[in-house]
C-alpha cells in the first residue's frame, strides 16, 4: 500500500504542479463571482427578500410576473416561481429568500465545466508519458503496470472530487458575501415527481452535485481509455467532449428504438428517476446502475489490456 500512495502523491503533485491547473480553479472562481455580481444587478426576482407580510408581498409579485408574461405574449413563461408562490401561500410557509445555499444550487451547472477540465486532466495523465518519454522511468521500477494505472486513474478521480468540493465551498463563500445566510439547513420548494414539496436545500445541492458526478466519471474513464488506447491526448479529450455534448441528442435521435436505452447517454442523469422524467418507459434505477457499471468496467478494461500490453521499447 506504500508504494501505491507514493505514486498517487506523486501524480498528484504532476497534476497540481502545472499552472494550466490553477487556471482551471481561477475560471471556476471567477465564473461564480461574476454569477454573484450579475444575480446581484440583474435579477431582482429570485433575490428578493420577504418582511413580515411576505403573503402579501408574494401575492403581489405573482400579479406583477403575470402581467410580464402577459406583455411579453408568453404566458406561461413565469408557471413554475408563480406555482411554487402558490404553494408557499396554500401551506403557509414563508420563503427562506435567495440565499448561499441556493446560489450554490443555481452553479450546480458549473459541473459540466468541471467534467471539461477532469476530461483534460484525464485524457494526458497517460499519453503524457509516453509523448515526453517519461513511461520508460515509470516502468522500469519495480511495481506492475496495473499498479502504475490504477494510481493515473485514482488520481484524476481525486481531481475531480477536489474540483468539485472547491466548488461548492467556493458557491457558499461568495453566496455568503452577496446574499447572506439562512441558518444551517433551509427548504424551498422544488418540483419532484411527486409535483411541488418543500424539501432541505442543503441536501438538494449535495444530491445535484452527486448525480454530477456520474457523468463525470463516465466521461473521465472514456477519455482515459481514448488516452491509454491511442497515447493521444487531443484525440481522447475532443472525442469525450464530443460525446459530452452531443450525447443527449444522439439519445433523442434513437429514441424511437428499444435499443436506445443501452446507450451510455440514456443513462447518466440518475436524477431522471427522482423528478419522473424518465428517457425510456421501463427504465429504472437499478436498470441504469447495471449498464453505467457495464460501460465503465469496459472503458477501464480496455485502457488496462492496451496499457499491459504496450511495448514502449522504441519511446
Not at 402577459?70 to 396554500?90: D, P, R, T, W
Not at 431522471?272 to 428517457?279: A, D, L, R
Not at 453505467?292 to 492496451?306: D, E, H, K, R
Request: net charge negative; glycine share 8%.
Amino acid at each position: 500500500m506504500g508504494k501505491f500512495f507514493g505514486l498517487l502523491r506523486n501524480e498528484l503533485i504532476k497534476t497540481y504542479i502545472r499552472k494550466s491547473t490553477w487556471v482551471m480553479y481561477g475560471v471556476i472562481l471567477a465564473l461564480i463571482i461574476g454569477s454573484g455580481v450579475l444575480t446581484t444587478i440583474f435579477d431582482d426576482v429570485i433575490t428578493t427578500s420577504y418582511s413580515d407580510n411576505w403573503q402579501e408581498e408574494l401575492t403581489q409579485e405573482n400579479e406583477e410576473l403575470k402581467q410580464e408574461a402577459e406583455e411579453v405574449g408568453f404566458e406561461g413563461m413565469y408557471s413554475s416561481q408563480i406555482a411554487k408562490n402558490n404553494y408557499y401561500l396554500e401551506n403557509d410557509i414563508r420563503p427562506t429568500g435567495f440565499k448561499a445555499w441556493q446560489f450554490t444550487l443555481d452553479n450546480a451547472m458549473l459541473a459540466s465545466l468541471i467534467s471539461l477540465f477532469t476530461i483534460i486532466i484525464g485524457a494526458g495523465i497517460v499519453s503524457s508519458e509516453f509523448k515526453w518519454g517519461t513511461i520508460k522511468l515509470l516502468l522500469i521500477r519495480p511495481i506492475s503496470r496495473t499498479m502504475i494505472l490504477f494510481t493515473k486513474f485514482m488520481a484524476v478521480l481525486l481531481f475531480a472530487l477536489a474540483t468539485l468540493v472547491t466548488t461548492i465551498l467556493s458557491s457558499i463563500i461568495v453566496g455568503g458575501i452577496f446574499f447572506g445566510f439562512e441558518g444551517m439547513n433551509p427548504h424551498f420548494v422544488t418540483e419532484t415527481a411527486d409535483g411541488l414539496q418543500y424539501v432541505s436545500v442543503v441536501g438538494e445541492v449535495f444530491s445535484t452535485y452527486g448525480y454530477s458526478m456520474v457523468n463525470l466519471v463516465m466521461m473521465t474513464a472514456f477519455a482515459f481509455m481514448i488516452s491509454t488506447l491511442f497515447r493521444n491526448s487531443s484525440l481522447a479529450i475532443g472525442l469525450a467532449i464530443f460525446l459530452m455534448f452531443s450525447g443527449n441528442m444522439i439519445v433523442g435521435a434513437l429514441q424511437r428504438y428499444d435499443f436506445a436505452k443501452f446507450i451510455l447517454f440514456a443513462n447518466t442523469d440518475l436524477k431522471q428517476y427522482e423528478t419522473g422524467n424518465v428517457m425510456f418507459e421501463g427504465m429504472t434505477l437499478g436498470f441504469s446502475i447495471a449498464v453505467l457499471i457495464a460501460y465503465l468496467v469496459i472503458f477501464l478494461a480496455v485502457s488496462w489490456f492496451s496499457f499491459n500490453k504496450r511495448d514502449v521499447a522504441g519511446q
